[in-house]
């Protein structure tokens, strides 16, 4: 069977666009979390505090964590609302060529379930 996909509905692709990105943010925010924690434990972020402030001539450094957390939170949500608008974006260009063009041809071949004739 041949099929042509002439129109992705842009409302869809929104909803499923957002649901991915969102799941995509939780789960490189609790990934970053985590190597944090783990850096702290190991003393590294210790360590990179003491160098910064050794290069800026500051005995008290010291990095933020929840506002670093927050800070990377906001920057997540920004990402997925600008992926989410490239992505239905992508799907009116999409629309709009497949009008002119054509859209993209599929084949699917159905094979018989084994044991079945």
């Not at 970053?32 to 505090?49: N, R, T």
């Not at 084949?107 to 018989?112: G, S």
Request: net charge neutral; aromatic share 12%.
């Amino acid at each position: 069977m041949r099929h042509t996909i002439k129109k992705v509905d842009r409302w869809s692709a929104l909803k499923i666009s957002l649901c991915f990105y969102v799941c995509e943010m939780a789960v490189l925010v609790t990934a970053v979390a985590f190597l944090w924690l783990i850096a702290d434990g190991f003393g590294i972020i210790g360590s990179v505090e003491k160098f910064i402030g050794d290069l800026l001539s500051s005995k008290d450094f010291k990095f933020l964590s929840a506002g670093m957390l927050r800070g990377t939170i906001l920057v997540a949500l920004v990402l997925v609302a600008i992926q989410v608008v490239a992505t239905v974006l992508a799907c009116a260009f999409y629309n709009l060529f497949a009008e002119l063009f054509g859209g993209v041809e599929i084949t699917v071949i159905q094979e018989d379930a084994p044991g079945k004739r």
